[in-house]
């Protein structure tokens, strides 16, 4: 007894309409989602609701406050992972090799990666508030989102580092430079945008998390003057109005504006990196 075995072209027809079904699936959800909440939070957004501080716990009145701490621990967050992790990606890809510790610290920046986030808030509280006595504070809140953010940053850095090519290497060392001349005027402008993409995840992370963030900034009110000021994030003030039933309507009002947050930052560095993608190639 024979059976006809499917031809390749068959099977490649049929993965490529289970791919594209997989992808389309994937972005009816993301347009459902968004569109929900824009639906549901643009009414309540207003000029008075982007400048105005909450009044009654967020009964009324509007989320500036909460805007500019959001704007202070992310940027924060950013300004102290994407250094750290991008200086630890090239140290791993260029310098370090494969030996036992490497592997052991790639495995250790995975399982950071994983680690809830609430365990993140709850070590900020222990080391950052309480140990070293930095208080309630935005300053606290951007350590522990940089904390967050590191591992995201260090191994996306660290593939975009290693999948530059060689032989691009190799030409600047022909041309006399040194390793570390190729480094950051080779290397680094050539995986740059996959370095900015893992930037984008981390800020994307950081911008967006509450449970990390209510143990340590202190979840105030009032508009914080500087970072060392404590503050309620967007997303710890989402959490709040939702779970306490404060105003369902301002819940929503914040979700938008938390989501067009996100949107813009993503579209704006997306354009910004193709833009710089098309200028190394010439194009």
Do not use: C
Request: no cysteine.
């Amino acid at each position: 007894m024979s059976f006809k075995l499917i031809s390749p072209k068959t099977v490649q027809k049929i993965m490529n309409g289970v791919l594209w079904a997989s992808g389309i699936f994937t972005i009816i959800i993301l347009i459902v989602i968004i569109g929900y909440i824009l639906l549901k939070g643009l009414p309540a957004v207003n000029l008075e609701f982007l400048l105005a501080e909450p009044i009654e716990s967020g009964r009324a009145g509007g989320i500036a406050p909460m805007i500019v701490s959001s704007i202070y621990v992310t940027l924060l967050a950013v300004l102290i992972a994407t250094p750290l992790g991008v200086g630890a990606a090239v140290y791993m890809a260029e310098y370090a090799g494969e030996t036992q510790i490497v592997k052991f610290i790639k495995f250790g920046a995975e399982t950071l990666a994983s680690i809830p986030s609430i365990v993140f808030g709850l070590f900020g509280l222990s080391f950052f508030v309480i140990f070293l006595g930095l208080g309630w504070s935005l300053f606290s809140g951007g350590l522990v989102l940089a904390l967050m953010a590191l591992p995201t940053i260090f191994q996306v850095a660290v593939v975009s580092i290693e999948s530059v090519p060689r032989s691009y290497r190799e030409a600047s060392w022909a041309l006399g430079a040194t390793n570390w001349e190729t480094i950051y005027r080779v290397v680094i402008p050539a995986a740059m945008p996959g370095i900015v993409t893992g930037v984008i995840l981390g800020m994307a992370r950081a911008i967006s998390e509450a449970a990390a963030v209510m143990f340590v900034v202190g979840s105030a009110l009032s508009m914080p003057i500087s970072i060392f000021d404590p503050g309620r994030p967007l997303p710890l003030h989402l959490y709040v109005l939702a779970t306490e039933g404060l105003s369902l309507k301002n819940a929503y009002g914040t979700a938008a504006v938390l989501v067009i947050m996100v949107l813009i930052i993503t579209v704006t560095t997306n354009t910004l990196v193709e833009r710089y993608r098309r200028k190394m190639m010439g194009r």
